[in-house]
């Protein structure tokens, strides 16, 4: 089977469940060859079945840089090379806003946070560095609305994100012109995204958040996407033949939040009534 990706390698974070998963799964069909970082190795364990051993990886955590290094080299021994390294993993703060950190843990939650979805990132990078330079590869790094505004997470979760635009940023300056660097920002998804365990949210799942409801009007896209949804973007980044010229970029996927309006989310609801079409 053909696909944008045929003979490409790649190590993804967090590939274990939700976004990752699904980037695994599309890279497989595009033709890459697939390697996971996760911590949890029930999660690993079950996308290897689900994609009949297809998608295989190491169970370790990004917050070390010895676990990034084991997981590139897994790559590379299983693949001969590696062309494209996701950082993907990450947690939410569930919304905490300022006034509701509590006093005694807010240095530990920050701490624990930037720890997963900054510093897993950076150490990702440095243990892919040198493979992406040999195979004039790429990195993608999976970002958030909370990236480029407010009230997508609380101070801890939108701070991260927005440092995670600033990481892409100087890794694709320093990286030129050998590795290209992009972010995907997607919105809202129904995964099983964690919180802080020092806030008391590592058993918390963005799943059981009624995220449909919130969306609805909220967004100029207003329905709630599924992970495959985003991959697309993903593949985009990652084949140098449909965007050799990209890097620092990142693709907002958000459903529209930067151009929601001030009287309603969007101002064409009522377009196939205006123009005389029998659709929705
Ligand atoms: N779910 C959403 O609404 C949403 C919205 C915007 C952006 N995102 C981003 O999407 C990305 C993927 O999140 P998801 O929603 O698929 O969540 P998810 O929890 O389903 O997937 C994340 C994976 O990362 C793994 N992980 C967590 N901490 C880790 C660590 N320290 N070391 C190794 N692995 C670790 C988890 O085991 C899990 O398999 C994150 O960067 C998140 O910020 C999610």
């Given at each position: 089977m053909g696909g944008w990706l045929q003979g490409r390698t790649a190590l993804i974070t967090?590939?274990?469940?939700g976004l990752g998963a699904a980037i695994a799964e599309r890279f497989v069909a595009e033709g890459a060859q697939v390697a996971i970082l996760d911590k949890s190795d029930e999660k690993i364990a079950e996308i290897a079945e689900r994609s009949k051993g297809a998608i295989t990886g190491v169970a370790g955590d990004v917050r070390h840089l010895g676990d990034n290094q084991q997981a590139v080299g897994y790559a590379v021994d299983k693949f001969?090379?590696?062309d494209i390294f996701i950082g993907n993993a990450a947690i939410w703060?569930?919304?905490?806003?300022l006034i509701d950190l509590p006093e005694e843990n807010i240095a530990a939650a920050f701490d624990e946070l930037f720890a997963v979805n900054v510093k897993g990132y950076l150490l990702g990078a440095k243990a892919a560095q040198k493979e992406l330079v040999r195979a004039k590869g790429c990195m993608i790094f999976t970002v958030s609305n909370a990236g480029f505004y407010v009230?997508?997470?609380g101070p801890l979760y939108t701070a991260s994100k927005h440092a995670v635009v600033g990481l892409i940023k100087q890794l694709a300056f320093e990286c030129a012109p050998h590795v290209r660097v992009n972010g995907v920002a997607p919105g809202a998804i129904s995964t099983d995204l964690r919180g802080p365990a020092a806030l008391g949210?590592?058993?918390?799942?963005?799943?059981?958040?009624p995220l449909g409801q919130a969306l609805k009007g909220t967004l100029p896209l207003s329905d709630l996407p599924t992970?495959?949804?985003?991959t697309g973007a993903y593949v985009l980044f990652a084949s140098k033949e449909n965007i050799?010229?990209?890097?620092?970029a990142v693709l907002n996927c958000d459903g529209g939040f930067g151009v929601r309006?001030?009287?309603?989310?969007?101002?064409?609801?009522?377009l196939p009534q205006r123009l005389g079409l029998a659709i929705k």
């Amino acid at each position: 089977m053909g696909g944008w990706l045929q003979g490409r390698t790649a190590l993804i974070t967090g590939g274990g469940s939700g976004l990752g998963a699904a980037i695994a799964e599309r890279f497989v069909a595009e033709g890459a060859q697939v390697a996971i970082l996760d911590k949890s190795d029930e999660k690993i364990a079950e996308i290897a079945e689900r994609s009949k051993g297809a998608i295989t990886g190491v169970a370790g955590d990004v917050r070390h840089l010895g676990d990034n290094q084991q997981a590139v080299g897994y790559a590379v021994d299983k693949f001969g090379k590696l062309d494209i390294f996701i950082g993907n993993a990450a947690i939410w703060d569930y919304n905490a806003k300022l006034i509701d950190l509590p006093e005694e843990n807010i240095a530990a939650a920050f701490d624990e946070l930037f720890a997963v979805n900054v510093k897993g990132y950076l150490l990702g990078a440095k243990a892919a560095q040198k493979e992406l330079v040999r195979a004039k590869g790429c990195m993608i790094f999976t970002v958030s609305n909370a990236g480029f505004y407010v009230d997508g997470g609380g101070p801890l979760y939108t701070a991260s994100k927005h440092a995670v635009v600033g990481l892409i940023k100087q890794l694709a300056f320093e990286c030129a012109p050998h590795v290209r660097v992009n972010g995907v920002a997607p919105g809202a998804i129904s995964t099983d995204l964690r919180g802080p365990a020092a806030l008391g949210l590592a058993e918390m799942s963005i799943a059981n958040v009624p995220l449909g409801q919130a969306l609805k009007g909220t967004l100029p896209l207003s329905d709630l996407p599924t992970s495959q949804d985003y991959t697309g973007a993903y593949v985009l980044f990652a084949s140098k033949e449909n965007i050799p010229m990209a890097t620092g970029a990142v693709l907002n996927c958000d459903g529209g939040f930067g151009v929601r309006g001030l009287s309603s989310a969007s101002a064409g609801e009522d377009l196939p009534q205006r123009l005389g079409l029998a659709i929705k």
